[in-house]
């Protein structure tokens, strides 16, 4: 859970930048343009690594599930 972690970290510091960035600009400021994309990289790692941490749980859960064979 590190990797998330800091990912979370970076989520939160891009975040705040771009607000920063967005004061007194327009949305299509190259700028801003170009913080939101970094913002948008980082939420669709975040994204990635939620799916495959769901996918194994769902993963553990069949395995763990009683087989009804009669």
């Known amino acids: 859970m590190f990797q998330l ?5 970076q989520i ?4 705040l930048s771009t607000l ?4 007194n600009k ?3 400021d ?6 939101c994309h970094e913002l948008h990289a980082a939420l ?3 994204e990635g690594i939620m799916m495959r941490i769901e996918d194994e ?4 859960r069949l ?8």
């Not at 939160?12 to 975040?15: C, F, Q, S, T, V």
């Not at 749980?57 to 553990?60: A, E, G, I, L, Q």
């Not at 395995?63 to 009669?70: A, G, H, W």
């Open 20 to 23: 920063e960035v967005q004061q």
């Open 26 to 28: 327009s949305y299509t």
């Open 12 to 15: 939160e510091e891009l975040r």
């Open 30 to 35: 190259p700028e801003v343009v170009a913080a």
């Open 5 to 9: 972690d800091g990912l979370l970290n």
């Open 44 to 46: 669709d790692r975040y």
């Open 57 to 60: 749980v769902k993963k553990t």
């Open 63 to 70: 395995l763990k599930q009683p087989c009804d064979v009669e």
